[in-house]
């Protein structure tokens, strides 16, 4: 099999199915082929372009930001595309638009005869999850392509199949626009809170012991009390993340009223040059706002 998006998120993913199947061939290709030297030494094989990592693989597990690093990667002499000579899967984990997923999977069908196919798989759970093997991955696609694609990444959580193709990017919308709202009110309370004169440290222990605890306090509310805003995944994804949720939202004729305040929410954040930080952030961005009239 192969791997290309060796970040935050593609990096420890790897690391655990390299520890978890050892035995198993796993190709990599990078950018920085340099970057590939942890992976390598645990047993993976760099190759030096995407045709020869279609060519050694039968499942491709992309984890890139959006679509459009993947389509850079699919054409051309060395892409993707040109290296697919029998029966792939390509497991997408990139939290994407469903209507741009299935217009990706009809493409690269026809530009293979069929033998390129496609499952979609976001995850969630950080890089903490990753890092752990503890994701919570949601798959859509057939049956027997998801089949194959559960085989692996079964090593780095816990996948689900929730349906056709395009199924686990609406789930992950549905997860964002929660996970939206929770750091959003946290970043919010943080704040009066502590212009109120109480100890943040208390309140977070105080709040994860009742309605108002969930895994996102949990995973940020000491970086809340210290103000540590690092990025462990940047919060500028949250904006195409939440255009998802809107699009599934139009798509279903669904009124909402809390995902555009969200949206908007958020584009502002990134606009204020908060966009790189972590989605933690929200309390910085929070402070900087004049206060209402």
Same mark, same amino acid.
């Given at each position: 099999?192969?791997?290309?998006?060796?970040?935050?998120?593609?990096?420890?993913?790897? #690391?655990?199915?390299?520890?978890?199947?050892?035995?198993?061939?796993?190709?990599?290709?990078?950018?920085?082929?340099?970057?590939?030297?942890?992976?390598? =030494?645990?047993?993976?094989?760099?190759?030096?372009?995407?045709?020869?990592?279609?060519?050694?693989?039968?499942?491709?597990?992309?984890?890139?930001?959006?679509?459009?690093?993947? /389509?850079?990667?699919?054409?051309?002499?060395?892409?993707?595309?040109?290296?697919?000579?029998?029966?792939?899967?390509?497991?997408?984990?990139?939290?994407?638009?469903?209507?741009?997923?299935?217009?990706?999977?009809?493409?690269?069908?026809?530009?293979?005869?069929?033998?390129?196919?496609?499952?979609?798989?976001?995850?969630?759970?950080?890089?903490?999850?990753?890092?752990?093997?503890?994701?919570?991955?949601?798959?859509?696609?057939?049956?027997?392509?998801?089949?194959?694609?559960?085989?692996?990444?079964?090593?780095?959580?816990?996948?689900?199949?929730?349906?056709?193709?395009?199924?686990?990017?609406?789930?992950?919308?549905?997860?964002?626009?929660?996970?939206? #709202?929770?750091?959003?009110?946290?970043?919010?309370? =943080?704040?009066?809170?502590?212009?109120?004169?109480?100890?943040?440290?208390?309140?977070? /222990?105080?709040?994860?012991?009742?309605?108002?605890?969930?895994?996102?306090?949990?995973?940020?509310?000491?970086?809340?009390? /210290?103000?540590?805003?690092?990025?462990?995944?940047?919060?500028?994804?949250?904006?195409?993340?939440?255009?998802?949720?809107?699009?599934? #939202?139009? #798509?279903?004729?669904?009124?909402?009223?809390?995902?555009?305040?969200?949206?908007?929410?958020?584009?502002?954040?990134?606009?204020?040059?908060?966009?790189?930080?972590?989605?933690?952030?929200?309390?910085?961005?929070? /402070?900087?706002?004049?206060?209402? =009239?």
């Amino acid at each position: 099999m192969g791997v290309v998006g060796l970040g935050v998120m593609g990096e420890p993913m790897t #690391a655990n199915l390299l520890r978890a199947d050892p035995d198993r061939t796993v190709s990599l290709w990078a950018r920085r082929p340099e970057s590939l030297g942890p992976l390598v =030494a645990a047993g993976a094989r760099a190759v030096e372009s995407c045709r020869v990592l279609a060519e050694r693989s039968d499942v491709l597990l992309v984890v890139l930001p959006d679509l459009p690093q993947l /389509e850079e990667l699919l054409d051309g002499a060395d892409g993707l595309l040109a290296g697919v000579r029998s029966r792939t899967v390509l497991v997408v984990c990139s939290t994407v638009a469903p209507t741009g997923l299935r217009e990706l999977s009809d493409r690269v069908a026809s530009a293979t005869g069929g033998l390129l196919r496609v499952v979609d798989a976001p995850v969630s759970g950080g890089q903490d999850g990753a890092e752990a093997g503890t994701l919570s991955i949601m798959v859509g696609g057939d049956d027997d392509d998801v089949a194959v694609a559960v085989g692996v990444l079964g090593t780095m959580g816990t996948p689900v199949h929730l349906g056709p193709l395009g199924s686990g990017q609406v789930a992950k919308a549905c997860n964002q626009l929660v996970v939206a #709202a929770t750091i959003q009110a946290l970043g919010e309370c =943080a704040v009066i809170a502590e212009r109120s004169g109480l100890d943040l440290a208390v309140l977070v /222990e105080v709040l994860g012991k009742g309605y108002a605890g969930s895994r996102i306090l949990a995973t940020r509310g000491q970086r809340l009390v /210290e103000h540590d805003h690092a990025p462990s995944g940047a919060a500028r994804y949250m904006l195409k993340d939440l255009d998802s949720a809107l699009a599934a #939202a139009d #798509a279903t004729g669904t009124g909402t009223r809390l995902l555009p305040a969200l949206r908007a929410s958020f584009g502002e954040l990134v606009e204020a040059g908060f966009g790189d930080d972590d989605i933690a952030v929200t309390q910085a961005f929070v /402070e900087s706002l004049a206060p209402r =009239a």
